[in-house]
């Protein structure tokens, strides 16, 4: 086969092969996943000793643990955000309506993580 | 004072975030061109995460800083392998093409080539593992020669001689269901 037709076979096998989307629910299953990463942050603010907060040289660690459930949290706000972006651009009439979708997006996930 | 261990996990969390988000696709269709199933391609992309989140603070401190695509999908093909063993089965030999090509293949696409693509996603389903794999990698994934190697633990060159020679081997199949009009 010439050097053309072995390029012209390679650019089928690429339509063949084209990426596959992978269903919504997958997504949802592991974004539980990663939520509950910062679940178990807050569930170990949760099992914190009342009395142990008396004294303030143990304020340390639960602080941690809300900073921790913050950072993990951001990132699933980023993540769904961007997950629904293509629906967003698809209902979007012009960029400034397509901006105030995303703002509105990302604020309302940001109420689910902290109602 | 924060407890730097937590975060440490808070930063290290946020970063496996970002590689869920950037290579979902990837692990998913690797997974299904490697399983020819939906619902098995599901359960080894969920598995492949779950794994990967687990070592994945090792595989960080490992990467030096390269690209962690090719570890992702060395885990979802270990865990394909282990799959067929415990099954003991073969991948499916048919692709669910009336999910794959009418999704995501232009009309005109679909009029002019269908029977050919149809012959190819065939034919790499015939080829051995190794091969197959390589070609899901470079034309479903986009991987490069290099991206390819690790993936694979083999070689720059050696993933070149194994490239070249699926296609070859691809192309001879393909030629042979066309003039054997696809019997």
Redesign the interface.
């Known amino acids: 086969m010439s050097d053309a037709a072995s390029t012209e076979f390679e650019a089928l096998l690429r339509r063949a092969l084209t990426p596959v989307e992978p269903p919504a629910e997958l997504g949802a299953r592991l974004e539980e996943t990663l939520t509950s990463i910062s679940l178990a942050a807050a569930e170990e603010l949760e099992s914190w000793e009342l009395s142990a907060m008396r004294d303030p040289r143990n304020w340390a660690r639960p602080a941690a643990a809300v900073l921790a459930g913050t950072a993990a949290g951001v990132a699933l706000v980023v993540l769904r955000t961007k997950q629904r972006s293509k629906q967003r651009r698809r209902a979007s009439k012009n960029v400034v309506d397509l901006a105030e979708r995303t703002l509105h997006d990302a604020l309302n996930e940001a109420r689910r993580l902290w109602p | 004072?924060?407890?730097p261990d937590?975060?440490e996990?808070?930063?290290v969390?946020?970063q496996?975030?970002?590689l869920?988000?950037q290579h979902?696709?990837?692990v998913?269709?690797y997974a299904?061109?490697r399983v020819g199933d939906?619902h098995d391609?599901?359960d080894l992309?969920?598995q492949t995460?779950?794994q990967a989140?687990r070592h994945f603070p090792r595989a960080l401190e490992e990467s030096g800083g390269r690209p962690l695509r090719p570890w992702l999908i060395r885990i979802a093909h270990n865990l394909a392998a282990n799959h067929y063993r415990d099954r003991s089965r073969r991948p499916q030999t048919h692709i669910d093409e009336s999910t794959?090509l009418p999704?995501?293949?232009t009309t005109e696409?679909l009029v002019e080539?269908r029977d050919?693509?149809k012959r190819?996603?065939a034919g790499?389903q015939q080829l051995p593992d190794d091969r197959r794999e390589a070609?899901?990698m470079r034309?479903?994934?986009g991987m490069d020669n290099r991206e390819i190697a690790r993936a694979m633990g083999r070689t720059d060159g050696a993933t070149k001689v194994l490239l070249h020679r699926a296609?070859k081997q691809?192309?001879g199949i393909?030629d042979a269901k066309a003039k054997g009009g696809d019997r």
């Open positions: 004072m924060v407890d937590t975060a996990k808070a930063a969390d946020a496996f975030a970002e869920y988000r979902l696709r990837d998913y269709s299904y061109y939906h391609a599901e992309t969920e995460f779950l989140y794959v999704a995501t293949h696409d080539g050919e693509l190819i996603l790499v070609l899901i034309f479903a994934l296609i691809l192309e393909v």
